[in-house]
């Protein structure tokens, strides 16, 4: 099983999510999230990265990582029943490590359903599986970061709960959130993303 590869990153495909990294003349192709992607660097320097091996029947799958952390906590969600690995990149694309801690020891339902794919069934099974499995009561969380603005936000949720109630779906309420600017009330807000939607943005 390969743990971990350092070598030259040789290629990264158009949308950051692989990478190809030469290691004693072998490219290795990595599959990456934006974090793991950006701090990999320039195309010709050196590249690290903690790996999970996957292997299946039909092929061997390498995923990358920036820290043995994060390597653990994707290991942890893809155990959860019924994740696989796309959707356990996709959780960690939004949440770091620190986050998703602080997500679930809030028991943060709305968080974990910003998401892409992941409904409020899907977020309250993942709540109840990956607290028992990080071992949550062991971890200070005095000591973590509050997550960003766009997950934990008063005036987000508030912007997400009255999209919601107006009928509009949980992808264009996730996108319309991205764009809106951290700070600000909740009424101006509310507005800014109407306005987004109504302009197609």
């Given at each position: 099983?390969?743990?971990?590869?350092?070598?030259?990153?040789?290629?990264?495909?158009?949308?950051?999510?692989?990478?190809?990294?030469?290691?004693?003349?072998?490219?290795?192709?990595?599959?990456?999230?934006?974090?793991?992607?950006?701090s990999a660097g320039v195309i010709g320097g050196e590249a690290f990265l903690h790996i999970h091996h996957q292997q299946r029947e039909d092929a061997q799958i390498l995923y990358g990582f920036t820290s043995v952390d994060e390597r653990r906590i994707f290991e942890a969600v893809i155990s959860a029943h019924g994740v696989g690995p796309a959707l356990g990149m996709a959780i960690l694309s939004i949440h770091s490590p620190v986050e998703l801690r602080a997500v679930l020891a809030a028991e943060d339902v709305d968080a974990l359903c910003?998401?892409?794919?992941?409904?409020?069934?899907?977020?309250?099974?993942l709540l109840?599986?990956?607290?028992s499995k990080l071992d949550l009561p062991d971890v200070d969380l005095s000591?973590?970061?509050?997550?960003?603005?766009?997950?934990?936000?008063?005036?987000?949720?508030?912007?997400?709960?009255?999209?919601?109630?107006?009928?509009?779906?949980?992808d264009e309420v996730r996108t319309v959130l991205s764009r809106l600017p951290a700070e600000g009330d909740s009424a101006t807000l509310t507005r800014d993303a109407l306005r987004m939607i109504a302009e197609g943005v």
């Open positions: 099983m390969i743990g971990s590869v350092r070598g030259t990153l040789i290629d990264r495909s158009p949308d950051g999510s692989e990478l190809i990294v030469e290691v004693g003349g072998v490219g290795y192709r990595i599959q990456v999230g934006p974090g793991a992607s950006a910003l998401v892409p794919g992941v409904g409020k069934k899907t977020a309250t099974r109840i599986e990956l607290k000591a973590i970061e509050k997550p960003t603005a766009a997950v934990d936000a008063p005036a987000h949720v508030e912007v997400r709960q009255a999209l919601e109630s107006l009928g509009y779906g949980t």
